[in-house]
C-alpha cells in the first residue's frame, strides 16, 4: 500500500519569500503524483500533476513541482509567493495500475503574511 | 467544467440517528470516491466505486456504506451515527480511461454529530 509524507505542517512566510513543501511516498512501482490545493472555504482543487515525462511539472499560479524517483519525492516549490497563496496544500498519489483512489499526504498549512 | 455536487454543506445529527450524504457528478465518470478530511490527517478514502452497483472498502470503512444505483450518484451511509464521525466528507469523482487521473471534488459536507 502507498503512502504519502508531508514534512510540514504548518509555513508561515511572507510574501515575495521562495516556498518549497516537501512531499516524499513509498510504492514501489509507478506512480502518479498530484498536488491539491484548498483555500479557505473553497473545493479542493488541482494545482498541478505528474503522469510521465519532464520529471518538472508547472502548475496554476506560478506553482512548479519536481519528481525525483531516485528519492521518492515530489516537492511543490513557488519563487515568490503571494498573500492569495494562504491555503493548505496537499500532497497526494495513486499507483498506475490497481486502486485508481488518492493517498494523500497530511496537508500542510500555508500561511503568508503581507 | 466538470460539477460535483453534494447534497448539504453543513449537517446536525444525532448519535444513533442514520445519515445519508448525496454526491452527483455532471460528467459521466465512472469513478467515484468518499473521502473524509480532518486536521491533521489529510483525507483518508472512506469507500469507492468503478460502476454502478460496484464498490469497494477504502481504508476507514468502518461504519459506512455506500450505493451507487445510477452512474451520476454515489451516495454515503452512516447507518448509526457516532460523535467520532464528525468530519469533513468530500465526494470526488473522475473518468479513469484504464489509468489513474485528476480527481474533481465536490465543495464538502461538515458533519457534526452530537
Redesign the interface.
Known sequence: AQSVSQHNHHVILSEAASLELGCNYSYGGTVNLFWYVQYPGQHLQLLLKYFSGDPLVKGIKGFEAEFIKSKFSFNLRKPSVQWSDTAEYFCAVTAYTGRRALTFGSGTRLQVQP | DVKVTQSSRYLVKRTGEKVFLECVQDMDHE?M?W?RQDP??????IY?S?DVKMK?K?DIPEGYSVSREKKERFSLILESASTNQTSMY?C?S?Y?GG?????F????TRLTVL
Open positions: 469513478n470516491f473521502y491533521g490527517l489529510g483525507l483518508r478514502l469507492f468503478y469497494e477504502g468530500l470526488a473522475f479513469g489509468k489513474a487521473g485528476e480527481q471534488f465536490g465543495p464538502g
